[in-house]
Each structure stands twice: as C-alpha cells, then as structure tokens.
C-alpha cells in the first residue's frame, strides 16, 4: 500500500498512457485518435517531469533565494519532446483536414466503405 | 601461343562471329561465312586444347576472385576438351547446313538468329572450359538466355508460349534447385573448383549426398530427366538449325556434361560408389529412358519423335552418371560424342526433309526415300548409330554403358538397355522403311537445297569411319576415370 | 579557407540540408527549388568524403556540439561503423534527389515545388543525424523530425490518390506511438544512469553488474520504438500503403534509406550499448528479433506473392528483406553482422533501383502500376525495363549481381551458427521471391501485346542505370561493400571505448 503511495506518478503515468493508448486503437473518429496520441504523449512527459522532482526543490530556475532545484535536464527534454509532440498533433490536425476535404468524414468506417466502393 | 591465350581466345571467338555477322547484316553471304569461319578457329583450337589434355598439358587461366574461395576461372578438364571439341566442329557443319536451311524455308530475321546462334556457342565453350561450379553456372544460364530467343524465332504463338516454357522450366530449375545445392557444397567445403577426385569427400556429410545428387540432377534441367523433361519436346516448334543445335551440340549436351562433370570433378566417383547414394538415380534415368522411348513411338511428327529420342539418350549418359563405375563413365562420356553425331544427323535430315520436301510427318513418308536418296541414307546411318549397331560409333558407349551396369552388379539395368535398344530400332527405322517401301500416289515438288543435304551426310559418315578410330577419344576419356 | 567549413563537416552533414530546407521553403519557382537542392547534396557528398578522409586516417571522430565535452553535451561519433553507411547515403540521396526533377514534379502541383523540395531537404537531414548521432534523446528528435517529413512527403501523394492521406495518417499514429515508447526507455535509462551519451551510457550501465528490472524495462520499450520505426515484423503495418501511395520519388528515397538508418542505429545499440547485458542480450535476440524475422522473411515474401499493385509488392518485398537484414544481426556474432550490413548496402541499391524504375512506369501511366497495366511494357520502354530486370535478377539472388553476394554472406553466417531450418527457410523464400518477380516479367514480356519502342527520358533513365550498373559491379566486384562491412563488424563486436 504505501508503495502506491510512494509511486503514484507511476501509477498515474501508466492510467493515462493507456489511456490514450486506448483512445487512438479504439476510436473510429481520425480527430478523437489525435487527441488520443495527444493525451499518451503528455502521459509520458507528466512521468518524467514528475521523475525530476527533487524533494523540497523548486522549479530549475536560478534565483538568489533558494538552494534545492528540481533536476533541470529531463525538464529540457521534455521541452524539446513536447515541441516534437506539438508538431506531431499539428501535422496530424492538417492530415485529418484534408482527410475531410477528400473524403467529407472523418470516421474510420465510413472511409473504409468508401474506399471499398471506389475499389469495384 | 601460350595455353591460357588459348583458352582466352577460343571463347572470344564465337563473340567475335556474332559482333561481325551484326555488322555485316546487310551483306547475306558475309554475314552467314562468319559462323564458319568462328567455327573452324574454335575447332583449330579445341583440337589444340585436345591433343593438349592427351599429353597431361594443363590449360588454365584465372581473372579474379568473386568471393571466398571462388575465382573466375577457365580450366579445361578432359572431359571439358571433349565437349568443346564435339560443340566447335558441329558448329561448322551446323552453320553451313543453317544457310541452306534458312535460305530454303525463307526464314525471316536471319541475322538474329545468327548472333544468338553464336552467342550460345560461346556460352557453350566456356561451359566446356569453366574451371569452377559458379563460372559453370554463369554460363549455363548466358546459355538458357541466348537460346530463348532462338527457340521463340517464328514469334507465332506457338513459339511464344514453347519459349515461356522453355524458359520457365530451365530457369526456374536452376534457381530453385540448382542453386541451392551450389551454395551448399560452398558451405560444406569452401571452395566450387573442379578436381579429379570430386572435393565432397571427407567434406560433405555422407547421408546428405542423395539428397545433394537430387538437387542437382533436377536443378541441371537441360539434361532433360524427367519429369524435367517437357521443355524440349516443346522447343521442337523452333527452326530445325536450333533443334540440331538444341539436340545435339549445345544446350542438352550442356546439361549432361554439366551433371558428368558435377559428379566426376565435385562429387568424386568413389565418393559415390562408397555411399550408394545415386542408386535411385540409376532406376529413375532407367524409366526415363524407357517412358521416352514409348512415348517416341507414338509420335507422329518427326522432330517431335526425335526429341523424345534425345530423352531418352540423355538419360544413357545420366544411367553412366549415377553407377559411377570406371566403364560406366567411360560411356557416359564417350556417349557425349556419339549421340551428337548421330542426333544431328538426324535432325539435319528431318530439315532437310521439310525444306525440300515440305513434309513434317513420318506417316507421309511414303515413297520419299526414292526421291530423296541422299538424305535417307544419312538417316540411315545416323540412326543405326544411334541403335548401337556395330560398325557405327554408336556402339562403342553403348556398350561400355552396359558393361559398365554389369560391373556394378545392375544386370537388369542392361536388360533394359538392350530392350531400348530395339525400341531404337523400331521407332527410328520407321521412316526409312515406309520411305522406300511403299508408294506415294502424290506428286511432290522439291525444293533444291544442297547445302541441307551435305551435313548430314557428312556426319552420317563420321559416324561409321569414326568407329574405327574410337581409341583416339577413348584415350582422352579414359582421363576422366578415377581408381 | 575551406577548413572552416570542412572542420565541422560532421556537424554540416546535417545542419546544411537543414538550412536550406528552410531557405527554399516558399521560393514560387518551380526548378530552383530542385537545383538549389542538387547543390546541397553535392556540397553534401563533398563533406561525407571528407569525412571518409578523416576516418582512414583517425579511425574516430567525435563531434561535440558546443564543445561541450561529453556526458553533458550532444556529441557525433563518426567510426567504421557508420561511415559506410555515411557514404552510401549521400551517394545516393544524390543520384535520387536528380532522378526527382521530372518525377517528383509530374506527381505535385508545381506551385509547391519549393515546399516539397524543402520537405524533402529535411527528411534527408534528419536522417543523417540518425546516423551520426551518439546521444540516445538527440536520436529521438532526428527520428521525429524524419517521420513529420516523410509523413508530409507521403501526403503528397494525395494529389494521385487520396489513400496517401490515410497511409500518411496511419504512419503518423503508429510513428508516434512507437517514437513515445522509444522516449519512455529512454526515460528509463536517464533514471537509473543520468546520462545519456551511448559512450557513457554502457560506463554507468556497467555499474548495475546484474542488471534492474528498470534498465531492462527501458532497454525494452527503447528496442520496441525502434522497431516499429524499422518496419520489423509485426509493427511493420505502416509501411506498405505509405510507400505505395506516397510519390515515387519519395517511395524511393524511403524504401531505400528510411529504415535502413534506423536499422543501423538498432543493431549499435545493441551491440554497443546493451552488450552490457549478455544474457539480456541474447534473450531479446533469440526470442524476440530471430523467429520475428523468420516470419518476416516468409510473410512478407508470401503476402508480395499475392499483390497486384505493384509498388505494394515492392514494399512487402521490403519487408522481407527487412527481415533478411535482422535475421542476419540477431546471430550475435561477426559473420552475422557483416552480412546484415552487406544486405544494407545491397538492398539500398536494389530497392531504390526498383522504385525508381517503377516510378518512372507510374507517371508514364498515370495511375496505379498494377501487374495488368505494365503489359508489354518491356518492349515500350526497354531501357527502363532492363534496368527493372537487372535489380529484380538482384532480389532473387542471381550471380553476378550484389544480391548473390548478400545471400552468400548470409547463407554463411547462418551455416556457421548451424541454424539449418532458417537457412531452409531462406531458401524457400527466395525460391518464391522468384514467383512474384516471374509475374512482373511475364507481363512484361512475354503477354501477347507487342508495343513499338517509345522514346525514354534520360534524365530518368540515366539515374537508373546508374544504380543498376553499381548492383552489377558490386556483383563482381564485392570487395569495398564485404571491407566496410568487415570493418563495422570489427568495431562492433571488438567493443569500443572512447
């Protein structure tokens, strides 16, 4: 029990990485598994923010005051990999518009039948 | 003129023919001297190389290494001098009897036919002299590849659909089995060259080998056992110059002397003699040999009861292969050379026949012998050589090849050989009986084409004076025996 | 003066194509696009020579950015592992960037020639930087940075078929998903080593001598990400429908380089890095990448068998090979690795010979190639179509071309490690590989339409027969490939310290 609580941002990280997980195998909306990528890649990021937390730290920002800073290294990773994941989600958002533009829906299934049909 | 030079230009040579036949395409007669003249410099130096291999001389030449443990390298083993010596001289023979062929059935596309002609010689050649298993096969597939356009020659659909089959059976066969078992034998010893004595002994695991021997003996279609055999029956739709070349010089004589040479150089006789592994081999040519026959009986068409003919020889020389006793091999060997002269007599005549005369099938040979005398008696000759008849050259590795399965205790083996033998006689002794025996009520016009008659004649001949001087070939294949 | 330059060429291998993607970004101009690009790439094959200079001499090259000394700062290692690699690819990014200029542009609109060029300047720097990289999260941006690029470039597609969206999409997800795992293992071994340098990586991994279950987890979810970037079997569903819809420049440019870089930095860090863990190692080889290749090879050669489009076939044909190249590194030993990169670089060549080939038929024909619709075409178009048969001939394995080379080294490899059924299974596969291409040349030649020959482009053809004549050159002559490969080999299983 007290190891849940002591490990909680584990716990949490893995519910919401599959969460998102989740969302994108079983979603038939294209935008709804975009989202869902979204939510799977910021489960990772919250992880190893949280991974970086040094207690009684503050956030890795030099200041006169205090003397415990939060390791900075994987908060700078994750800057660059939240970055990739912004480019990601917006390069997927322009995809599923023109997804729309061709095909005037965005759900899985309807695609699928379209796609059936035009290949007679 | 140094040995490896030899070797160097003897297979250059036929390149060459088929470079300056293109460049004098426009000039008939220029064009079709160049495969006489590429064919009597070939024979000038096949004979060289020959007497060369008599008197121990070696003849090897190596350009570079492919990969681990295999060069690219020529080297002419007996048995190699053999083969080249039978492809250069029939090539002269062949290529005067193909202007009288193709002049007289007014064959299109001639100069083609000629550059691939010669282009499969060369192929040939370098089969005859290639010193490793990979050089070997690199040729061999240049061989199946340059033929393709020869039997596919008359672009009708009946040629198209014999060339994909022709293709599809030797190339897939060669990839799929044949290669396979080359890179096996690279695994198990390291090295593809050829040495007296094969290199699989003490090197290849024993139990394998019948399974090595399958590979091979199905991968290497050209030597035409069944079932591998149907390509050639087919390819009978190309003009007859190719079916002599076909049958007799070039591709089918590849595929056994390639199998002869994979079991004498790679394998080792002794190898297989101690391992028994090729036993099965022995009945399956058997039936080949047997099927075929009776199978040739029931044809009609001439070119196509030769085909089923050639089968049928081809499996003698895979039967001397696979009882791999010293007499047997002798005339596994020695066959090489007396079933090339008779086949092309053979098939020149079945040529000969149709150019002049316009007639395809032996039921409409009735009353021809009288007209075209000449032409049957080459027949004749070939023929009895083919049967074995005593003074033809024929007889000669018939009869080693029956000593031979008596040496190995395969009495029923020469039984069967014998009663071949009669089927020989009955289906290839057809024509010449209904030719002179009955009467054609029809009036046939002949076509003059002299040049389709002399060949065979000439080969027919050979055939029987060559009898006498059989000691003069059986020298050089006596160096192909081990133990 | 050009010291300057030719000092940081390690750096500029990367940055430069970077640079310039983003200069000809929004030029309106249809062809300058293309030749600013060709001028990159030359100046790119300039540095990579260099490169090659240093190399022979040095044997090492380490590049810090920022001259920050490593473990802190992101550094280049340049070694006979990847210097081959090196060399090939910007051969070839620039033989394929000058077969793009008619190709590329009959399959986009015109007025986007300056963002498809820029896109495809990036995708060619990314992917250079998987191959130089020596830090495990700089590896992670550049495969980013790649997939965004290759995604967009297979969108492109849309404009001939509106799949491409939808493979766009698809590899987008499945991209991602696999890059996040691979973040995740790099996480893991940020935790437990606070570094994350490969050098000092297998230093501070050596501490934990018997291995936690959280390195071993990272390790995991890090080989994971990267296989389904690498397109192994059973995550290799992306690749397909991306490289048949995508443009054929882009299908070559992908099939060709695109995994094969990723499949590099695979097998170093597996080699290098994870070597730490032997039993871990052989673990993850024997039960994981060995029998997933043997079902790579089989299906994937099984799947082409039955495919009518053409470039599809091409690409479960990929996948095959893929699974060649990984059945050869999960052997663990020397002969195994140097024919896993002799397959590299021969798979290189032949695929990239293939798309170009096939390509050049797809713009002729406007539509799908299938296998109906290249009836007669090896009579239309001979030249290109000799090529077709050339690179094809190197698929099967003839002799004579460089695929013989690769399956020998392979078939050795495998025979030395005495595994006989995947040699069998090999076997087999390439007899079958044999019915897919037969197809292709039955239809080709051999079906009743005869067509008169057409005039052919050269600037298409030129490239091609470019490539085709190097698949037989390196047939014959196998020594520069089997010596790179030797040498990556050498420097992988020998361990290296910096």
Request: with cysteine.
């Amino acid at each position: 029990m007290s190891n849940f609580i002591y490990f909680w941002n584990h716990f949490a990280f893995i519910l919401l990485m599959v969460g998102g997980l989740f969302i994108i195998i079983t979603s038939q909306n294209y935008l709804k598994k975009v989202v869902g990528l979204a939510i799977f890649q910021t489960a990772v990021f919250v992880f190893f923010v949280s991974l970086a937390k040094v207690l009684d730290g503050t956030a890795p920002i030099l200041t006169k005051m205090e003397n415990a800073y939060s390791n900075p290294l994987p908060h700078v990773l994750i800057l660059t990999a939240i970055v990739v994941g912004v480019a990601t989600s917006a390069l997927g958002l322009a995809l599923v518009l023109q997804i729309y533009r061709n095909y005037e829906t965005i759900e899985e299934k309807e695609i699928q039948s379209l796609e059936l049909k035009s290949d007679k | 003129m140094s040995n490896s030079f030899l070797i160097i230009l003897g297979i250059i040579t036929p390149l060459f023919a088929a470079l300056f036949s293109y460049i004098c395409r426009y000039n008939n007669n220029l064009r079709d001297s160049f495969g006489i003249i590429g064919g009597l410099v070939t024979f000038l130096i096949s004979l060289k190389i020959f007497h060369g291999i008599q008197n121990n001389e070696i003849f090897q030449i190596t350009f570079f290494t492919l990969f681990d443990g295999v060069d690219f390298t020529f080297k002419v083993s007996a048995l190699g001098s053999i083969f080249s010596l039978v492809a250069s001289s029939l090539w002269i023979l062949a290529s005067i009897y193909t202007i009288g062929y193709m002049r007289g059935a007014g064959e299109k596309n001639q100069t083609r036919f000629v550059i691939f002609y010669s282009i499969a010689i060369h192929a040939a050649l370098a089969i005859a002299w290639s010193g490793n298993l990979l050089v070997l096969f690199i040729f061999y597939e240049i061989l199946t590849f340059s033929t393709f356009p020869l039997v596919g020659h008359k672009q009708n659909a009946e040629s198209q659909s014999a060339g994909r089959l022709y293709l599809s059976i030797l190339v897939g066969t060669s990839l799929i089995f044949f290669l396979p078992a080359i890179f096996w034998i690279w695994l198990e010893t390291g090295t593809l060259d050829f040495q007296d004595g094969g290199i699989l002994i003490n090197q290849f695991p024993a139990e394998y080998l019948s399974l090595l021997i399958a590979m091979l003996v199905f991968g290497i279609g050209k030597a035409a056992i069944m079932p591998i055999h149907r390509w050639l029956p087919a390819a009978m739709v190309a003009p007859t110059p190719v079916s002599a070349l076909l049958h007799a010089v070039a591709v089918v004589k590849a595929g056994v002397f390639s199998f002869l040479v994979v079991i004498v150089y790679i394998v080792g006789p002794e190898f297989l003699l101690q391992t028994k592994s090729s036993d099965w081999l022995v009945w399956l040519a058997c039936f080949t040999i047997m099927a075929s026959s009776i199978i040739a009986i029931t044809k009609d068409d001439l070119k196509a009861r030769l085909a089923y003919s050639t089968i049928s020889q081809l499996s003698y020389i895979i039967l001397g292969a696979a009882l791999a006793s010293s007499l047997a091999l002798k005339g596994a060997s020695f066959h090489i050379i007396t079933h090339a002269l008779g086949k092309i007599t053979l098939f020149f005549c079945a040529g000969a026949i149709y150019v002049t005369a316009h007639i395809k099938k032996v039921s409409e040979l009735k009353g021809m012998g009288f007209k075209l005398p000449l032409i049957f008696f080459a027949y004749t000759l070939g023929a009895l050589s083919i049967i074995g008849v005593p003074p033809f050259i024929g007889s000669w590795s018939k009869f080693y090849l029956i000593m031979g399965s008596i040496e190995r205790e395969f009495i029923i083996v020469a039984i069967i050989l014998g009663i071949s033998s009669l089927l020989n006689i009955y289906y290839l002794l057809q024509p010449v009986v209904i030719g002179f025996t009955q009467n054609s009520r029809r009036e046939v016009k002949l076509t003059k084409a002299p040049l389709t008659v002399w060949p065979p004649v000439i080969t027919g001949l050979s055939c029987l004076i060559f009898f006498f001087y059989a000691n003069y070939f059986l020298n050089n294949v006596s160096g192909v025996i081990v133990s | 003066m050009f010291n300057i330059f030719l000092d940081d060429a390690a750096a500029l291998v990367v940055v430069l194509p970077l640079l310039i993607s983003a200069i000809i970004a929004f030029m309106p101009s249809k062809i300058w696009p293309w030749i600013i690009s060709l001028v990159t790439l030359v100046l790119h094959l300039v540095l990579s020579l260099h490169l090659l200079k240093e190399i022979s001499i040095s044997g090492l090259i380490i590049y810090e950015f920022g001259n920050w000394e490593p473990p802190w700062g992101i550094s280049f290692k340049i070694d006979g592992v990847n210097i081959g690699l090196q060399l090939l690819f910007s051969i070839f990014v620039l033989i394929s960037t000058f077969y793009s200029r008619k190709i590329f542009l009959s399959e986009i609109d015109s007025r986007d020639s300056g963002k498809a060029y820029s896109l495809w300047l990036l995708a060619i720097g990314s992917l250079n930087g998987i191959i130089l990289t020596n830090d495990i999260f700089n590896l992670f941006v550049f495969l980013e940075i790649s997939a965004l690029a290759s995604i967009s470039l297979i969108a492109l597609g849309a404009g001939q078929n509106r799949k491409a969206l939808l493979a766009a999409f698809n590899y987008l997800i499945i991209g991602a998903i696999g890059a996040t795992f691979y973040v995740i293992g790099v996480g893991f071994a940020y935790a437990m080593t606070g570094t994350l340098n490969m050098n000092d990586l297998v230093i501070q991994l050596a501490q934990y001598s018997d291995g936690q279950l959280a390195i071993f987890a990272g390790m995991s979810f890090m080989l994971i990400g990267l296989m389904v970037k690498a397109a192994i079997f059973p995550v290799h569903i992306w690749l397909p429908p991306a490289y048949s819809y995508a443009p054929s420049a882009v299908s070559t440019l992908l099939a060709a380089l695109a995994t094969k870089t990723i499949l590099y930095f695979f097998v170093r860090l597996l080699y290098e890095v994870f070597i730490i863990y032997p039993s871990y190692l052989s673990l993850f080889l024997d039960f994981v990448l060995y029998p997933l290749s043997l079902l790579a090879i089989f299906i994937g050669t099984l799947i082409a068998i039955y495919q009518d489009d053409i470039k599809k076939l091409l690409a479960f044909s990929s996948i095959a090979q893929i699974g060649y190249i990984t059945l050869a590194f999960s052997l663990k030993d020397h002969s195994g690795i140097t024919s896993g990169f002799i397959h590299i670089f021969n798979h290189a060549l032949i695929k990239g010979g293939l798309f170009m080939a096939v390509g050049y038929f797809a713009i002729l024909y406007k539509d799908r190639v299938t296998l109906s619709s290249l009836r007669g075409f090896g009579y239309k178009y001979p030249i290109t179509s000799f090529a077709l048969l050339i690179c094809g001939l190197s698929l099967i394995g003839l002799p004579l071309t460089n695929g013989f080379i690769s399956k020998l080294y392979l078939f050795q490899a495998l025979y030395t490690n005495q595994m006989y059924f995947s040699i069998a299974l090999v076997a087999v596969s390439s007899a079958l590989a044999v019915a897919y291409f037969w197809k292709i040349v039955e239809q080709m030649w051999f079906s009743e339409i005869k067509f008169k020959s057409e005039k052919e482009d050269a600037y298409i053809y030129l490239p091609i027969w470019i490539i085709t004549v190097s698949i037989i050159f390196f047939g014959i002559y196998s020594s520069p490939i089997i010596e790179f490969s030797n040498l990556s080999a050498d420097y992988l299983i020998s361990g290296y310290q910096n």
